[in-house]
């Protein structure tokens, strides 16, 4: 796990939560259709020998 694995981790959960908002933008003015939302968290982090390192969402 390494810096560029956390920018990649943040850069798709990003995009699914902007797939989400245009999904309720296109579908605002259809009947029945109920918005959905996006939840993010983050991964616990890993434990080194000095201590604990993020590793994103």
Do not use: W
Request: hydrophobic share 40%; proline share 2%.
């Amino acid at each position: 796990m390494g810096i560029l694995d956390i920018g990649t981790r943040a850069l798709q959960a990003n995009q699914v939560a902007l797939q989400t908002t245009g999904n309720n933008i296109a579908n605002v003015n259809t009947a029945g259709y109920s918005r959905q939302k996006t939840i993010l968290s983050a991964v616990p982090g890993q434990f080194t020998g000095a201590g604990y390192v993020g590793k994103g969402v």
